[in-house]
């Protein structure tokens, strides 16, 4: 069955949601900090760890989505 573009548009929203925040100025802005340590790493390495991870799973999900329909 076929959701139309209803189901993409959401992907859409999150994957340009994941984008923004890995570059400026959301991504300077909130990566900016040292303190505190998060799993054992910097904030600023944390937030740009997490914010990649969102990117690429918005990125995969996506394109399945693209592709399947």
Known sequence: MRTG???RSIFI?????AFALVNYPIG????VRLEP??????????YFWSAYSLL??????????????
């Open 56 to 69: 690429i799973l918005a990125g995969v999900l996506l394109a399945w989505k693209v592709m399947r329909d």
């Open 5 to 7: 573009s209803g189901g």
């Open 37 to 46: 340590f998060i799993l054992g790493m910097p904030f600023s390495v944390f």
């Open 28 to 31: 300077a802005w909130a990566s």
């Open 13 to 17: 929203l999150l994957w340009v949601l």
